[in-house]
């Protein structure tokens, strides 16, 4: 059941929206699986127990074979190298995070920010002020409400006694 090594390139085509380190782990998996199915023996049934006796020559009447599988240095093995492919894209990742954190687009993103939380504050303070400006001009509106409405309750009342 060996597969052909699928690409970086080939897994982004199939997953787009996957990100690089997504990707590489999804062919580290790959890899992983396709080397532990090379590793095994061919399936000939289901029961794992009776493929390891056909492995060391146990059972149907057959003596114990020379031949054993040195299962510890095997996942050993396995281990050692998903360790150093974890290794490696870790520090890959670590090299394009600290170019992509220096580089001058950064900066200058760094930098427009900046400038935007300085205007960002003084249009609250502006907001703020308005807010206070506003709320006065409102307390004087209903003052003059109040006094127009007296004004005119007191023309009625004169009106109202001269006879008119």
């Not at 199939?14 to 080397?35: C, F, G």
């Not at 050692?80 to 954190?101: N, P, S």
Request: charged residues 35%; aromatic residues 4%; glycine residues 6%.
């Amino acid at each position: 059941m060996a597969k052909d090594n699928i690409t970086i390139g080939e897994l982004a085509k199939k997953y787009p929206n996957k990100t690089y380190r997504e990707l590489e782990q999804e062919k580290a998996q790959r890899d992983l699986v396709e080397h532990l199915e090379a590793a095994l023996p061919p399936k000939e049934g289901t029961c794992i127990t009776a493929a390891l006796k056909k492995d060391r020559g146990i059972g149907h009447n057959n003596p114990p074979a020379e031949k054993e599988i040195d299962y510890h240095r095997y996942w050993k093995d396995m281990y050692e190298k998903e360790h150093k492919l974890r290794q490696e894209a870790e520090g890959e990742t670590t090299i394009v995070k600290g170019i992509g954190m220096s580089s001058p687009e950064m900066k200058d993103l760094r930098a427009r920010v900046k400038e935007l939380d300085n205007s960002l504050a003084i249009a609250l303070e502006i907001n703020e002020s308005h807010q206070r400006y506003n709320g006065k001009l409102q307390t004087r509106i209903t003052e003059l409400e109040e006094e127009n409405n007296k004004l005119i309750v007191d023309r009625l009342d004169r009106t109202r006694k001269a006879g008119l």
